[in-house]
């Protein structure tokens, strides 16, 4: 395949279309970049998606001269292909009420900037050096329930956009809305929702403004519903974004007892290793809790009653909240320890 594409490099359009249609292969076969242990027979454009894949996601600096460009058609073809596949996910829902959710939020990075300069006498000069950017990074996910087959979900994405004029809120909901797309947009004819998270900093006015862009757009004239019924299918919901929340509680909290800079950096350096090594750890996780797994006794009700109202205020998943309560799992120093004679399995004590 990587023959082929460095054929066709000169025409762009092409190097799209045929990785657009090896995607097409590789969502149909539901397949992911760890296949050999599945028995789900992959045809020969999905087996080649899935090396194009393999080969460009792995660890490396940099990319090679004959990558980049690739990548970049690559980066495309899956853009084309979410978008895809999200209309058609929409009409499968035959008219069912579907949500959209969609959030975003401004992050600075640094990266390369270049300078080239025409001095007199013809003589030219490069300057290289850093540069910080701020980027909006935004996504996108679309679901409704089907009665036989639960919930179904699918996912967009898009490039960060940068915020070169700023961060007032008409431009970062202008830029927002580069990304998005809004269910009716997809071919949704029945009763929808759309919500928004942002942090809290101007969501009051986004909110505003987002709901004025609804209301200012044409409603369909296929919509199978009465003219009276129609301006009355679409929900606007705004929340704000509870990562921002518990983080700023986090930071809030520890204020007084983390003042020393020097020690927030090794933290964070500390917990950023430890996000890169995220594999290693859920490769070992298991039997590290087992050699910290103890069986105790039986608690008292006073102290079940208190861990239950401590599970649900976290808002912990029904069934999980009963196997965690059924065991009596809780952790003491560097003990996990469960109730006496209660059978549990590596799998469960992984996802704890």
Same mark, same amino acid.
């Given at each position: 395949?990587?023959?082929q594409i460095e054929q066709h490099?000169s025409k762009p ?5 045929? !990785?657009? *249609?090896r995607? @097409?292969? %590789?969502?149909?076969?539901k397949? $992911?970049?760890s296949?050999?242990s599945?028995?789900?027979?992959l045809?020969?454009q999905?087996q080649?998606?899935v ?5 460009l996601?792995r ?5 090679t ?9 690559v980066?495309?073809?899956t853009?084309?292909v979410?978008l ?8 499968d829902s035959h008219g069912?009420?579907?949500?959209s ?6 992050t ?9 300069r025409?001095l007199p006498?013809?003589k ?6 850093k540069?910080?950017?701020?980027v909006?990074v ?5 679901r409704y329930?089907?009665?036989g087959?639960g919930?179904r979900?699918?996912c !967009?994405l *898009?490039e960060? @956009?940068? %915020?070169?004029?700023?961060?007032? $809120?008409p431009?970062v909901l202008a830029?927002?809305r580069r990304t998005w797309?809004?269910?009716r947009a997809?071919?949704a004819?029945g009763?929808i929702?759309e ?6 900093a101007?969501i009051t006015?986004?909110?505003?403004q ?12 296929d919509l199978?519903y ?8 679409e ?11 518990s ?7 520890f204020l007084?007892?983390c ?5 927030m950096?090794d933290i964070?350096?500390a917990?950023e290793?430890l996000?890169?090594s995220a ?9 590290w809790?087992?050699h910290? !797994?103890?069986h105790?006794e039986?608690?008292s009700p006073e ?5 239950r109202v401590l599970l ?6 029904p069934?999980?909240l009963e196997?965690m ?5 809780a952790w ?5 320890c469960v109730?006496a004679?209660a059978?549990?399995d590596?799998?469960?004590l992984?996802?704890?």
């Open positions: 395949m990587k023959d490099l359009e092409n190097v799209c279309e045929r !990785l657009s *249609a995607l @097409v292969c %590789l969502l149909k076969h397949v $992911v970049c296949m050999p599945s028995s789900v027979p045809s020969p999905a080649s998606a090396c194009t894949l393999e080969s996601g660890a490396a600096w940099m990319l001269k004959e990558e980049a460009p690739t990548v970049g058609a980066c495309e073809a853009k084309d979410l895809s596949r999200a209309r058609a996910f929409v009409a069912l009420p579907l949500l959710s969609q959030s975003c939020d401004g600075p990075i640094r990266c390369q900037h270049y300078s080239r025409v006498g013809a030219s000069q490069k300057v290289r050096g540069e910080g950017v701020e909006l935004s996504n996108q996910f679309v329930h089907d009665p087959h919930w979900t699918v !967009l *898009a960060p @956009v940068p %915020l070169s004029h700023g961060k007032a $809120v431009l830029a927002a797309t809004s269910l997809l071919g004819k009763c929702v919500h928004y998270c942002w942090d809290r101007g006015a986004l909110e505003r987002c709901r004025q862009w609804h209301l200012s757009q044409p409603i369909p004239d199978p009465s003219d009276a019924v129609k301006p009355h299918l929900f606007v919901v705004t929340t704000p974004c509870a990562l921002h929340d983080h700023n509680a986090f930071r809030w909290g007084e007892e003042k020393d800079r020097g020690l950096r964070y350096i917990v290793s996000r890169n594999d290693l750890l859920s490769s070992r996780i298991g039997s809790v087992f910290h !797994l103890v105790r039986g608690r102290w079940l009653d208190q861990r649900e205020g976290l808002d912990v998943q069934e999980l196997l309560m059924d065991i009596e799992l003491e120093g560097d003990e996990l109730r004679g059978q549990v590596k799998s469960s992984v996802v704890w």
